[in-house]
């Protein structure tokens, strides 16, 4: 079983659209995750992290179940220049082993 | 303060040659990442350095090798390139500091290898 797994998608949504991402992880001792961000090509970027709390940064809301270990992200009000990859990313327990999803891909559409 | 540093950004060998791929890492930063990304295809977990020492890797032949030097900067060396060893090869890097809760990964822009 993989450490974390994501729906591939794509994602196509129309602008002004909210869109949500969900994403699993298998290690229940895991310790932190992320969102990151790919555009095609580069390198990815540091979108935001998940706290259990559930966080918020303008459009988009993170949201973190340690009992259904799943980790989510909000998109609201999608903008053209939202059209990438995201990435989940989750920190092992153990060391400083960090496991990441293969991505789910997002298409805004004007 | 500079990001993670890649070297080069572009490298075409032929299939058979060797292939030497560096990084440097924040400054301040103990820890680096190195990752294969084939095109279309997630990131793939290589090596892990810390403090100097390998950490750990992923599920690679041993002709991926690297090491990491005093200053923490990097090295990824590839053996006798094969055709499917053509990916951007992204480097990472993080303070290394296990007590951090909330470690995070920087990345560097990546080395384009293609291999003819």
């Known amino acids: 079983r993989k450490e974390v797994e994501q729906d591939p998608g794509p994602f196509n949504v129309p602008e002004g659209a909210t869109v949500a991402f969900n994403c699993t992880y298998s290690n229940s001792a895991s310790q932190s995750f992320f969102w990151y961000r790919q555009d095609c090509r580069k390198e990815p970027k540091l979108l935001m992290s998940?706290?259990?709390s559930g966080n918020e940064d303008g459009r988009f809301t993170a949201q973190l179940n340690r009992a259904s270990q799943y980790i989510s992200l909000l998109i609201r009000d999608s903008k053209l220049s939202d059209s990438a990859t995201y990435l989940c990313v989750v920190r092992s327990g153990t060391g400083n082993q960090f496991y990441f999803g293969t991505g789910t891909s997002l298409t805004v559409i004007p | 303060e500079a990001g993670v540093t890649q070297s080069p950004t572009h490298l075409i060998k032929t299939r058979g040659q060797q292939a030497t791929l560096r990084c440097s890492p924040i400054s301040g930063h103990t820890s680096v990442y190195w990752y294969q990304q084939a095109l279309g295809l997630g990131l793939q977990f290589l090596l892990w350095y810390d403090e100097g020492e390998e950490r750990n890797r992923g599920n690679f032949p041993p002709r991926f090798s690297g090491r990491q030097f005093p200053n923490y900067s990097s090295e990824l060396n590839v053996n006798a390139l094969e055709l499917e060893d053509s990916a951007l090869y992204l480097c990472a890097s993080s303070s290394g500091r296990l007590r951090r809760a909330n470690e995070k990964l920087f990345f560097g822009s990546g080395t384009q290898l293609s291999v003819l």
């Open positions: 998940v706290y259990s």
